[in-house]
């Protein structure tokens, strides 16, 4: 739910239908379906049949597609962050995926996770204000998986990254740094274990987008002429590099546990910066470790 009705109708109006006629007939739909449950399905949210008939013409229309929306989303952020003249913070581009599963569905979409399953995935990169308000989607990207390719993972490892679905996370980085570009906005880009990848962290970098990733990869210090000569090599790595930082910090946050209860997080805190292998630039890495319960790593 949009919490700023402004930065809404900034997206709303980024939207190009390329006819006057197809623009109003989104309004009303929108309109009818602010009205509506939405858990409900477009029959019950219309239950007029014209309206219906009205609703699948214009999603069905040769030149309403995925892009048009996604398109003007991004449009009209960017002319929203312009407006926000007093507001100079840098905003938060949060990346992830998730499945949608159409099952009982005849239509065959691909699949999900196993060859049985049926359905798309989505990946998404929804945009936070500094409040952490969201502000809508500035990024999504429809994934197919093609059943053929199922249990084939080891022929993609030879590929170049835009040849795998990996790429996914760094089409969110240029889709940020094209806002960034666009509006005059900083952002900081968040990202789970999946995006521990070389060719993301050098492309951010490379376009100066602020980034923060949970750490997948125990990444080497050592240059490929350096590791050669080191007897133990597992010292040069980034888990014990990071374990091992002789300056520490603790910090204290109040946290949800798993009943929901608030209480107060006790955090020993790791830093420093290193220059790994493969990577262009030194990286500022942050070792996170509660007391209670396990370890947690951020690159």
Not at 203 to 219: G, N, T
Not at 260 to 285: H, M, P, W
């Amino acid at each position: 739910m949009f919490i700023d009705k402004d930065c809404f109708e900034y997206q709303i109006s980024g939207i190009d239908f390329g006819h006057k006629d197809r623009a109003t007939r989104f309004k009303t739909v929108l309109e009818t379906m602010a009205r509506s449950q939405i858990s409900l399905g477009f029959p019950q949210i219309f239950k007029d049949q014209y309206q219906l008939k009205g609703f699948y013409r214009l999603i069905n229309n040769d030149f309403v597609s995925h892009s048009t929306f996604i398109d003007g989303y991004q449009r009209g952020l960017i002319e929203y962050s312009k407006a926000q003249i007093s507001d100079k913070s840098r905003w938060i581009l949060i990346q992830d995926s998730m499945l949608t599963d159409y099952n009982s569905r005849q239509l065959d979409l691909g699949y999900t996770q196993t060859i049985h399953s049926n359905g798309l995935i989505l990946h998404h990169g929804l945009l936070l204000n500094a409040d952490f308000v969201p502000l809508g989607l500035l990024h999504q990207e429809v994934i197919h998986r093609e059943r053929e390719s199922f249990g084939k993972s080891e022929n993609t490892k030879n590929r170049v990254i835009e040849e795998k679905e990996s790429n996914k996370w760094l089409k969110g980085i240029q889709t940020g740094s094209s806002f960034s570009q666009k509006s005059g906005r900083e952002l900081i880009h968040i990202m789970d274990r999946e995006a521990d990848i070389v060719d993301l962290i050098n492309l951010a970098q490379s376009e100066e987008q602020y980034f923060v990733i949970r750490a997948r990869h125990d990444k080497s210090t050592l240059t490929n002429a350096e590791r050669f000569k080191e007897e133990n090599t597992q010292i040069h790595r980034l888990f014990h590099l990071m374990r091992n930082v002789e300056e520490k910090k603790l910090i204290r946050r109040v946290l949800k546990d798993i009943k929901g209860k608030d209480y107060e997080a006790v955090c020993e805190l790791n830093f420093q910066s290193l220059k790994f292998r493969a990577i262009k630039s030194t990286v500022q890495c942050v070792w996170i470790r509660e007391h209670q319960p396990a370890d947690e790593k951020i690159l």
